[in-house]
């Protein structure tokens, strides 16, 4: 079965009404990283928030919930909400690096039906592919560090 073929430099929403995910081909310079793919279309979210070396993060928590993964300046790789506090403050699964952050824009990702998690080496590429997996939802692609990594991503 022929596969399409979508280059990928950030979270992207592959496909938003499902499809088959037969896998990816991928190619990552000098750091590590991991990327996520999911069966689902919920919209990231993105807001401003303030936070300085702790797991407290405040901001606000609407649209937010436990285990959705956060992206953002100071935030350590494949951390995730570990809890909400209230409307204004979430407490994060590590602390927070790089010093006192103010109005500092993070992602959230939904977590829903997770497909897998893929830990690529610095300085590799490679291809994952026969995958052939059914997506009802949508198919998105998450990676914790797109400045070295690139990917294409195989889908029908």
Do not use: H, W
């Not at 990283?33 to 401003?48: E, G, L, M």
């Amino acid at each position: 079965m022929p596969v399409n073929s979508t280059k990928i430099t950030a979270n992207t929403q592959v496909s938003s009404i499902g499809g088959t995910f037969d896998g990816f081909i991928f190619f990552n310079g000098g750091t590590a990283s991991v990327v996520y793919v999911f069966d689902n279309n919920t919209a990231d979210v993105q807001a401003p928030f303030d936070y300085n070396n702790d797991p407290t993060i405040a901001g606000p928590t609407a649209g937010l919930s436990a285990g959705m993964l956060v992206f953002g300046d100071g935030i350590p790789e494949g951390a995730t909400i570990s809890s909400i506090t209230d409307a204004l403050n979430f407490e994060l699964s590590a602390s927070t690096t790089g010093g006192a952050k103010t109005g500092s824009l993070l992602t959230f990702v939904a977590v829903d039906n997770p497909i897998g998690k893929f830990k690529i080496d610095a300085n590799t590429s490679d291809d994952i592919r026969g995958l052939e997996i059914i997506c009802r939802n949508g198919i998105k692609i998450v990676a914790n560090n797109f400045t070295s990594l690139e990917i294409f991503a195989l889908t029908n």
